[in-house]
């Protein structure tokens, strides 16, 4: 028996060696990897830079608590800083940390406990991340959740403005809804949230754990929008593996969180800083980014070219290295044969096959796996 609690379907294989966009498992077989940690190793797996930051700053100093003055945080801070619409940041070790900070925040700075956020949203799996999300599967079990949360169906105009009153502190939302299934937010839905912020003075944020650090193809999802967000929250890709999250805010509410009023013991540890501006430093340059939006444009339109006579497609959709297969049954079949053939997707939602290649995924990569994909999917159509 494992001494492990059952908490993960796990996939059948030991990863024993990482490179790139390849792992290898302990029997010595090779895998094309589309899935880069669920979108952490956006430099590909063991990237040299970043590996040789953390080296560096092991052997300087491993720890000390945010009672010290921590270089490496002002160096990271400065970067996202300069990088995004906010003006601070406050470092953390993961997206549900980065979404528990943000709610704290939107509570000390509004005085008000109704936050908005999306059916099929996913936040995290801490208690206010997990009541944030807007899926019931998430919450059984868990009750009571954290007060003040109300679910409106995602892109949906009407029923945002129909829900919106005086008591609202904060629309909370995922430009791209990753778990949920890989769909993204309309212009007139993030028009609709623009015109209700300025109307009721609300705080908008916008969930970037799975969309930030340039997998879009800009370095923040909501880049992509007219949008001018009060909190972003950050985590997965901001340490190409090595634990680390953020929340980025605006000036306005840098008072409210004030000394004592929130902290982590880890949170901006100088490891994990060392790993975070390595990987920024990279991939906020323009040339990385507008690599990322042309191998987004070749993978969305070689999946548009070879599946179209797969019928089993209902859609292909996406930005940037973040693309969503929706199929019209179930995938899971799918995926595993796709991993026995040697090509690591995941699922968002039982329908959807979604791809999240590092972002330094070669263009013969992408035709590998653009290959495997469009055989596994054509032979179930044919055989329907
Ligand atoms: N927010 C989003 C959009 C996510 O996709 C995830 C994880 O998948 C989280 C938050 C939670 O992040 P973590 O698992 O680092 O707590």
Not at 153 to 170: F, H, Q, R, T
Request: charged share 20%.
């Amino acid at each position: 028996m494992s001494s492990l609690f059952p908490t993960y379907n796990k996939w059948p294989i030991t990863v024993q060696e990482a490179k790139g966009t390849t792992l290898i498992d302990n029997n010595g077989k090779r895998y094309l990897d589309f899935v880069a940690g669920i979108a952490v190793c956006n430099l590909g797996h063991c990237h040299p830079d970043v590996n040789e930051a953390i080296k560096n700053q092991l052997d300087k100093v491993v720890h000390v608590s945010n009672l010290f003055n921590i270089e490496g945080q002002e160096k990271v801070a400065n970067k996202l800083v300069a990088h995004s619409s906010g003006d601070a940041v406050f470092f953390c070790n993961s997206g549900t940390e980065a979404n528990e900070a943000a709610i704290k925040l939107i509570r000390k700075a509004t005085g008000k406990l109704k936050i908005i956020t999306f059916f099929q949203s996913f936040h995290g799996r801490t208690m206010g991340s997990l009541s944030a999300t807007g899926q019931d599967k998430v919450h059984q079990g868990f009750a009571p959740l954290l007060e003040g949360f109300v679910y409106v169906p995602y892109n949906d105009c009407d029923a945002l403005k129909s829900v919106i009153d005086g008591d609202v502190a904060a629309i909370f939302l995922e430009v791209i809804q990753g778990e949920g299934g890989v769909h993204e937010a309309t212009r007139e839905f993030i028009a609709t949230i623009n015109e209700l912020k300025e109307k009721h003075n609300l705080l908008v944020v916008v969930d970037e754990v799975q969309t930030g650090i340039g997998r879009t193809g800009k370095p923040f999802g909501y880049q992509h929008y007219d949008l001018d967000p009060d909190i972003i929250t950050i985590a997965k890709g901001l340490g190409n593996g090595f634990p680390v999250g953020g929340l980025i805010g605006k000036k306005h509410l840098i008072n409210a969180f004030g000394p004592g009023s929130h902290g982590s013991t880890f949170g901006g540890n100088p490891l994990a800083m060392a790993a975070a501006y390595a990987t920024i430093e990279t991939i906020f340059c323009r040339e990385f980014i507008d690599a990322v939006v042309e191998k987004g444009d070749y993978i969305f339109s070689k999946l548009q070219e070879t599946l179209h006579s797969a019928t089993i497609v209902k859609e292909v959709r996406g930005r940037g290295l973040m693309i969503g297969i929706e199929c019209h049954e179930e995938v899971s079949t799918i995926i595993s044969s796709l991993r026995e053939n040697g090509l690591l997707v995941l699922n968002a939602g039982p329908n959807v096959i979604r791809l999240l290649p590092p972002l330094t995924v070669s263009e013969a990569e992408i035709d590998l796996a653009v290959e495997l994909i469009s055989l596994a999917l054509t032979k179930v159509s044919t055989c329907k």
